[in-house]
């Protein structure tokens, strides 16, 4: 078991994306999934995809954002107060 | 941003358990009830195995309505109702008691307090309606006006049951539907008629650009570049105003003063009585907003709801009506100018064009 | 009593006419005590002098951890009118079938009173008690409150939406399951999809208890659950002659409008052939006190319903023609099913495509088999007309005789 992926491992990573991507790419939910089990393939499932994300939610470290659809975005000032 | 706070937060509990809010005799009887009937506009019973019997007394909401007037409801079912109540999928309110003798008294009390009684039955129910100007950021129209115009024209399908089945309305600012009126039998749509205008500057700032672009059903938008600028153009030939673009990219805005304004449709429904369920079908492509009352609309309105009412036999729905007359009649009978834009040419249209040489003359 | 100054309406103003309860009459009254209502009722002023809407959407708002039951707001003319500049809904996941006692909903009112406009819709389209308006610095307050008192929020974005039902066997005789519990058992069982948003687009579950569908399932819900029965119909001949006694005139109301003519009325007595009975309720509806759906009841599962966005409007199609929603079992078959639907949306579902949408590009011979669910002749209207089949096998000349 010392090559398992921890749930706070793939929050890490998940975060890790959005920051990287901030501003650029709106990442969905199945998107950071698609990502995590590109990286590490049989390793990590779905499951404890979801359990990540719900950590990082949870957390505080990242916030849900809507624009037509849901996404995870860094916290910060609400886009659409300031802009238009 | 919001702060964490100090106590331990309870998450994912649900909504409470249904079953502290349902009158004794309702719990009493639940899955026992053998029959219900109209007592008279508003008021039905509803009889169970064992023969108790609970009254509900059905009234009227804006379904816009302030702390005030729910704590109004709730001091009526105090006084009447042991101090229970619902509301319906139409948003009314219903007052329920197993005391035959509290109806009239709770009749009279909710009329003092200027709300209706009635929508059961052979009526008009209540319009099912949308957020509009009041709260939405993609309405054409505002739909809490417009019920009201609509409800005081035809306030006396309500309080009586004098039509010759259900007539069901519903009112949507935009295309977006969510008050799902491409199944009601009268359908009140706000419409926009003007292709987006693109605030450039901002596109790339606030859209993700490839979004926006698949946004669109019809493929009318590409991505472009404006003095340097990231951004999309839309090819207004190809824009059905759907406002999907808007959705997902605010600096596309597509409402007009100009040319917004509203769509009727009729003979929806979603019940499986006798005919399958049916989706609505146009009967007016454009009439103008014209608040605080929108006349043009309420006159429609009323064309549709007294041709049926004249015409339609019992238990006939207006799209069960329609069908059996024909649309040749439908148009001939409201006075409605029938276009092109009644034809329709999105996917599947071809379905809807008359195969046969079956025709009224 | 009010600190502010009450907005001038003259074209709301005529709106508090007329017999029908008027909700400007209502929100004057509220604006005296909230300025939030006051500047809303300016800003709507605007909207039908100018004809045109003053929202903006979007934005990132909501409790900690959740994705769901908050909507942005915001005014495109703050400086006009400042207290609505933030003015964010918050969706209250409402009771199985929209019941409440007098106390519950003063603690609602006594909440959103504290914290936010005291405007509300009761209720939303999908089924939420809404409350209209507050801000950012509100929402966990509120959040707090909420669950202290066992409420909790519904769903919005790319979630699982609070599902909805209607009264079922609290109040209809008709009800051919327990919506009620089913709708509640359902909630419960998917909080986090509902709080979480991860799927493709929204998820709506509707359940309606017999075909008369009152909560409109077929027309607005992705996946609509609608009571049915595959035994007789229930008759009670007695009743039958009271009706004909009391003047109803049974074959042109009820016997000759039965769209399968499965039914005669012979002049004392009701003979229906069940075998050809499509379980319409025509005749059930027109004659409640002596026709009844039958007793072995269930119900059947449609798939697809949506409004027009994106693709045009459809409603739901036939997935399972009987399931029995087995409480024994909690539900254990309906759960088995969304689960393998869900993974098929998953790994299939584009950005903002709906389930009915998923279907439809990929065929629902092609769902069907990969949710492992038979096709049967329900499923369709009518086999194909176009001869244009995607054979998915042909035969290879091994070179043996036959």
């Avoid at chain 2, 309110?93 to 307090?113: C, F, H, R, S, W």
């Avoid at chain 2, 991505?223 to 190809?238: A, H, L, M, Y």
């Avoid at chain 3, 909560?215 to 009271?242: E, H, N, P, Y």
């Amino acid at each position: 078991m010392s090559d398992a992926v921890t749930t706070a491992q793939i929050a890490d990573e998940m975060y890790n994306l959005v920051k990287e991507y901030s501003g650029k790419k709106r990442f969905k939910s199945s998107d950071l999934t698609k990502e995590i089990i590109g990286k590490h393939g049989d390793k990590v499932n779905k499951k404890d995809c979801k359990a990540a994300l719900r950590e990082l939610m949870d957390s505080g470290r990242c916030v849900y954002g809507y624009a037509g659809g849901s996404f995870i975005a860094l916290p910060g000032e609400e886009g659409a107060a300031k802009s238009q | 941003m919001a702060t964490q706070p100090s106590a331990p937060r309870k998450t994912d509990i649900g909504p409470p358990h249904y079953e502290q809010f349902l009158h004794p005799v309702i719990k009493k009887n639940y899955g026992q009830w053998k029959y219900h009937d109209y007592l008279k506009p508003g008021v039905m019973v509803h009889v169970a195995e064992s023969g108790d019997k609970i009254y509900s007394v059905r009234v009227g909401s804006p379904r816009l309505i302030s702390v005030d007037v729910i704590r109004m409801f709730a001091d009526l079912a105090d006084k009447y109702c042991d101090g229970y109540l619902r509301f319906t999928s139409r948003n009314n309110v219903e007052l329920m008691t197993d005391k035959e003798k509290n109806i009239d008294p709770l009749i009279k009390d909710i009329q003092a307090q200027g709300y209706p009684v009635g929508g059961t039955g052979n009526s008009i129910s209540n319009i099912i309606h949308t957020q509009g100007w009041v709260h939405c950021h993609s309405a054409a129209t505002d739909v809490s006006g417009l019920v009201k115009a609509t409800m005081d024209e035809l306030y006396e399908y309500f309080v009586d049951m004098k039509l010759p089945y259900k007539l069901k309305l519903a009112a949507a600012c935009c295309l977006n539907m969510c008050g799902a009126v491409h199944c009601s039998d009268i359908a009140i749509l706000g419409i926009h008629r003007r292709p987006p205008k693109i605030k450039d500057e901002q596109v790339s700032r606030v859209c993700e650009i490839p979004t926006t672009v698949s946004s669109c059903p019809t493929a009318a938008i590409r991505p472009t570049t404006v003095e340097g600028k990231q951004t999309v153009k839309v090819d207004d030939d190809r824009c059905m105003f759907c406002a999907n673009c808007y959705t997902v990219c605010p600096a596309m805005p597509i409402a007009d003063a100009l040319n917004d304004g509203i769509s009727l449709w009729v003979g929806g429904k979603v019940s499986n009585a006798r005919s399958e369920p049916m989706f609505t079908k146009l009967a007016v492509p454009f009439l103008p907003n014209n608040p605080p009352r929108w006349p043009e609309v309420t006159d429609a309105i009323k064309k549709i709801v007294e041709a049926y009412a004249g015409d339609a036999h019992n238990y006939e729905r207006l799209g069960e009506w329609i069908e059996r007359i024909g649309w040749p009649k439908f148009f001939d009978m409201t006075g409605f100018e029938f276009t092109k834009y009644h034809i329709d040419d999105f996917r599947h249209a071809a379905e809807t064009f008359a195969r046969s040489a079956q025709i009224k003359f | 009593m009010a600190n502010h100054k009450l907005r001038k309406t003259p074209l709301l103003d005529d709106l508090q006419k007329g017999p029908w309860p008027s909700f400007v009459k209502d929100m004057k009254q509220i604006a005296v005590r909230k300025p939030m209502v006051n500047d809303l009722l300016g800003q709507l002023e605007l909207s039908y002098k100018e004809r045109v809407g003053h929202w903006k959407h979007g934005g990132l708002v909501g409790v900690i951890g959740y994705g769901g039951g908050v909507i942005g707001r915001y005014s495109d003319a703050p400086e006009q009118f400042p207290d609505v500049a933030h003015f964010h809904t918050i969706r209250v996941n409402q009771p199985s079938g929209w019941f409440y006692t007098s106390q519950a909903l003063r603690d609602l009112c006594d909440i959103w009173e504290a914290h936010g406009s005291g405007m509300t819709n009761m209720h939303g389209s999908t089924g939420d008690c809404v409350f209209l308006g507050t801000t950012s610095e509100e929402l966990e307050p509120i959040f707090a409150k909420l669950t202290e008192k066992d409420w909790d929020l519904g769903g919005s974005g790319s979630d699982v939406r609070t599902p909805s039902c209607c009264n079922g066997m609290a109040r209809c005789e008709y009800a051919c399951y327990d919506t009620m519990d089913v709708c509640y058992n359902i909630t419960m069982e998917y909080q986090d999809e509902l709080h979480r948003p991860a799927f493709p687009y929204k998820w709506k579950f509707k359940f309606s208890g017999c075909p008369n569908d009152c909560v409109a399932s077929i027309a607005r819900s992705d996946l609509s659950v609608i009571g049915t029965w595959r035994d007789d119909i229930r008759i009670d001949q007695a009743a039958v002659k009271a009706y004909a006694d009391a003047g109803m005139d049974i074959r042109a109301d009820v016997t000759r409008k039965c769209p399968t003519a499965c039914m005669r009325y012979d002049g004392k007595e009701i003979h229906v052939n069940n075998k050809q009975c499509n379980r319409c309720m025509h005749c059930i509806n027109a004659m409640p006190k002596a026709l009844r759906p039958g007793k072995d009841t269930g119900a059947t599962i449609l798939i697809g319903g949506k409004a027009p966005i994106i693709e045009g409007a459809l409603l739901s199609s036939v997935l399972v023609p009987f399931m029995k929603m087995d409480k024994a079992d909690d539900y254990q078959e309906f759960k088995d099913l969304m689960e393998r639907i869900w993974d098929f949306w998953d790994d299939h579902g584009v950005n903002r495509e709906r389930i009915g949408e998923c279907i439809e590009r990929v065929g629902l011979g092609n769902f069907l088999e990969a949710i492992e669910v038979d096709p049967k002749p329900e499923h369709v209207k009518h086999p194909r007309t176009n001869p244009y089949i995607f054979y998915e096998e042909y035969f290879e000349d091994d070179g043996t005789d036959a």
